[in-house]
T-cell receptor
Framework: KAGVTQTPRYLIKTRGQQVTLSCSPISGHRSVSWYQQTPGQGLQFLFEYFSETQRNKGNFPGRFSGRQFSNSRSEMNVSTLELGDSALYLC???????????FGQGTRLTVV | QKEVEQDPGPLSVPEGAIVSLNCTYSNSAFQYFMWYRQYSRKGPELLMYTYSSGNKEDGRFTAQVDKSSKYISLFIRDSQPSDSATYLCAMEEYNFNKFYFGSGTKLNVKP
């Protein structure tokens, strides 16, 4: 079966712009979580959605937001981009909880 | 102090060696423990998960959890060059829906 699909794979944006990333989970999975991965900080949890509801969030500023649609697809948005937002953004899907979460290939965001 | 500590390596071993990868943690509420493998420019791939303490084996991989010491391990037997990757541990409290990751250990298995 198809895995987790993230689009786009690569993105270059300018400081101050905003960006929207998309994640299509594995069919039947209702939980989608988002992560930021950087060489300095490693993998950091952004937020998790289940059935269109955010169940938990990490310690990121309000510029980072997300949502989940009724078909379980999810988007995350970053507004007023900063150079430090350059990272690999990963999403993962699972049936219900985070255990046995499967990751997508990620979206590599570069802010210039 | 970080919630999860993991030696970043790199760890270099010859082919066929037994590899031991470890993480320590500070939150005694963690109940689920996962190991992920990440190849360069790829997303993490789930290798194993364990609930609470104990051992779990899957092929060449064995995961161990010692909650009393707040210490988890992943052993790889008969290591292969294809095992060369970064290994990440992840932990979660029961029903908390939030992962905490280690920083990852980079493993290089030399032919």
């Amino acid at each position: 079966k198809a895995g987790v699909t993230q689009t786009p794979r690569y993105l270059i944006k300018t400081r101050g712009q905003q960006v929207t990333l998309s994640c299509s989970p594995i069919s039947g999975h209702r939980s989608v979580s988002w992560y930021q991965q950087t060489p300095g900080q490693g993998l950091q949890f952004l937020f998790e959605y289940f059935s269109e509801t955010q169940r938990n969030k990490g310690n990121f500023p309000g510029r980072f937001s997300g949502r989940q649609f009724s078909n379980s697809r999810s988007e995350m948005n970053v507004s007023t981009l900063e150079l430090g937002d350059s990272a690999l953004y990963l999403c993962a899907s699972s049936l219900e909880g985070l255990t046995e979460a499967f990751f997508g290939q990620g979206t590599r965001l570069t802010v210039v | 102090q970080k919630e999860v500590e993991q030696d970043p390596g790199p760890l270099s071993v010859p082919e066929g060696a037994i590899v031991s990868l470890n993480c320590t943690y500070s939150n005694s509420a963690f109940q689920y423990f996962m190991w992920y493998r990440q190849y360069s420019r790829k997303g993490p791939e789930l290798l194993m998960y364990t609930y609470s303490s104990g051992n779990k084996e899957d092929g060449r991989f064995t995961a161990q959890v010692d909650k009393s010491s707040k210490y988890i391990s992943l052993f790889i037997r008969d290591s292969q060059p294809s095992d060369s990757a970064t290994y990440l541990c992840a932990m979660e409290e029961y029903n908390f829906n939030k992962f905490y990751f280690g920083s990852g250990t980079k493993l290089n298995v030399k032919p």
